[in-house]
């Protein structure tokens, strides 16, 4: 570790630069949600980016959809991720209405994150229209991931979780929203159910990563939600995530496990 880094050791070790790198070296990018302290813990350094999505409205919180999150519940979940973390880069979301009002309300809210949290970027959802505050949160120095395609805050206004960009009109209308959102200077774009065709398009118009989900292998790198692809939730499937576990399942053994051992007496033991 160099002495900067030392002076400096609450920052993650990858950085924007890394990220770059890699991209740039055709390395694909890994991205996995993480919404707390014990978990970032277990992730940190295994993948490149981990995410305080506002999946957290599901995950965490019980909510059927992300809008009822709030900055208060982003904060202190961001903040128990980031005091687990020395590796990975680590990216909060904004949620619903905390950027989408006008540019300075976004500058504020991104800086009290920023401030807050100690994480070293933001995701934002929206393509064309939101470039303006892209523009304005990076002129300050705030490193930001654009989100388009099915974009979860905007659910109702598309009718539904469905793939995005499947004719070529709204493929075309996507890859505007790419190249506006990298010209405004995001550093990465969230592809999230995108018809993989368009997503492999956008992807090769780009200079940035591309970073899919249910967006097909033509992206510059994947990121899945973490209790998807563990199986926390073993009545939920998804056709865009992949279970490597059913960590639902051994959790919920486990606990059986020590429940009749206490009431069989067998623990504590003498
Ligand atoms: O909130 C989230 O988990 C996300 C990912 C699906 C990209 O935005």
Redesign the pocket.
Known sequence: MSAYRRLHAGQASMTLRDIQSKYRAGERLT?L?CYDYASARLLDGLVDIL?V????ANTMLGFDT?LPVTIEHMITYAASVRRGVQRSLVVV?MPFLSYQINPDDALRNAGRIMKETGCEAV?I?GGVAMAPTVEKLVAVGVPVMG?IGLT?QSVHALGGYRTQGRDEEAARRLKNDAEALADAGAFSI?L?LVAPEAAAQITASLSIPT?G?GSGSGCSGQ???LHDMLGMFPDRRFRHAKRYSETGEIIREAVAKYASDVREGRFPDP
């Not at 999505?53 to 957290?56: A, H, P």
């Open positions: 991205m949600t995410l999505g506002d999946s957290l992300t979301d995701k959802e989100h979860p969230v999230e970073i989900i990121v899945q939600v």
